[in-house]
């Protein structure tokens, strides 16, 4: 009994410690997403890093899901211009896409997984087309 009651007790410690740490992986996922995809940070309008490290003070144990998404998103624009960028269906970055992190997190509102989605479906493409400037 005391051997079944000291390992109930360690796994208690591991899994709080374990749960403690899910905010802050949320947060880095999201970061990673608004980095890359996001109009404002991708096109270097807004520094993504300075964007991180405003709110990982913001972040502690007791942030849900959807304050996180809010604080990474507060400041950021969520009106998109333009149409929504369409994969082709060969395309083999489009194609190895997986969001199923925030898709399928019961934790994230309904409200969040759309404004991830349309981050994603309105993200920013540099133009670069091959054209380069020489250089005098």
């Known amino acids: 009994m005391k051997k079944l009651l000291s390992i109930f007790c360690i796994i208690l410690v591991q899994s709080s410690v374990y749960g403690q740490k899910d905010q802050y992986r949320l947060l880095i996922k999201t970061w990673n997403f608004l980095k890359y995809y996001h109009p404002d940070l991708a096109s270097a309008k807004k520094d993504a890093d ?6 990982v003070e913001k972040v ?3 942030s849900d899901a ?12 969520h009106k998109f211009s333009g149409t929504p960028v369409n994969d082709q269906e060969k395309d083999i970055l489009s194609a190895n896409q997986d969001f199923k992190w ?12 759309a404004l ?10 540099s133009d670069t ?8």
Do not use: C, M, P, W
Not at 66 to 77: G, Y
């Open 50 to 55: 300075s964007l991180f490290l405003t709110t």
């Open 60 to 62: 502690n144990d007791q």
């Open 66 to 77: 959807n304050s996180v998404i809010k604080v990474l998103t507060e400041n950021l624009n």
């Open 102 to 113: 925030y898709q399928k997190n019961k934790k994230i509102s309904t409200e969040n997984k």
């Open 116 to 125: 991830l989605k349309d981050i994603y479906d309105h993200r920013f493409i």
């Open 129 to 136: 087309g091959g054209k380069t400037k020489a250089r005098r």
